[in-house]
């Protein structure tokens, strides 16, 4: 079964994009703390976020498991961390007793069902 899974790129696009904003908040950490200390405060903390999203952007981006919305990859390619954390995939067939389920919507189907009455997928 197919599971979304990030792209490189994105993650990549947006450290860089993080290392601009470390910058930003330095260097408006420390003008800003010439005028008024009290203002040096947001500084401090943009620059601390900044940091934090910098790394795990980098982190995703170079990582084995990453996690985003634009790859679409088996499940024998990479585990799914979602399905990981939360149990079984949205995408997998349901059933209780005798009634069946869509994997997609959870609209209950016949079991000669082909496609689903509720988003009309193709049932599994």
């Not at 696009?13 to 930003?24: A, K, P, Q, V, Y």
């Not at 950490?29 to 934090?52: E, K, Q, R, S, Y």
Request: hydrophobic content about 40%.
């Amino acid at each position: 079964m197919k599971s979304i899974k990030p792209g490189r790129g994105p993650s990549m696009m947006s450290g860089l994009i993080g290392i601009f904003m470390i910058c930003f908040g330095v260097l408006w950490t420390v003008m800003a703390a010439l005028a008024n200390p009290f203002f040096a405060l947001f500084g401090v903390l943009w620059t601390g976020i900044a940091v934090v999203t910098t790394v795990h952007n980098f982190k995703n981006a170079t990582g084995k498991n990453r996690t985003s919305s634009f790859d679409i990859v088996d499940a024998s390619e990479e585990p799914d961390p979602f399905e990981e954390r939360f149990g079984r995939g949205a995408a997998e067939e349901r059933t209780v007793g005798e009634r069946r389920f869509c994997p997609y919507c959870g609209a209950e189907a016949d079991a000669d069902f082909k496609f689903c009455q509720g988003c009309g997928k193709k049932l599994p």
